[in-house]
């Protein structure tokens, strides 16, 4: 069974930046994509980030791209997420989910673990 934790969500102002971590369990993080998904209030949740398995491929929501970057570090088993220039529409729970294949997409069908969602909040 797979575990998702992550940690780094707080409240920050506009313009301000966080970072976001999310730690897994298990010994074939390697060799699946990751990805970010947030929910506010009141709407779907929707796609942040994906980065592929190796590191080598990432993808980005046309509303964070050139603020947000994603990594991983397959030694540690860690997926982050680097949120920078935030704005109030960025607040939300931010989701850490695994796929079930190599490649990263924006679909949530596609991945088959989530983690419990850390908030992150943006004041005007």
């Known amino acids: 069974q797979v575990q998702l934790v992550e940690s780094g969500g707080g409240l920050v102002q506009a313009g301000g930046s966080l970072r976001l971590s999310c730690a897994a369990s298990?010994?074939?993080?390697?060799?699946?994509?990751m990805a970010w998904f947030r929910q506010a209030p009141g709407k779907e949740r929707e796609f942040v980030s994906t980065i592929s398995g190796n590191g080598g491929g990432t993808d980005y929501a046309d509303s964070v791209k050139g603020r947000f970057t994603i990594s991983r570090d397959n030694a540690k088993n860690t997926v982050s997420l680097q949120l920078n220039s935030l704005k109030p529409e960025d607040t939300a729970v931010y989701y850490c989910?695994?796929?079930?294949?190599?490649?990263?997409?924006?679909?949530?069908?596609?991945?088959?673990?989530w983690g419990q969602g850390t908030q992150v909040t943006v004041s005007s």
């Open positions: 989910a695994k796929s079930k294949w190599t490649r990263g997409s924006d679909r949530e069908n596609d991945y088959v673990y």
């Open positions: 298990g010994r074939t993080f390697s060799t699946y994509a």
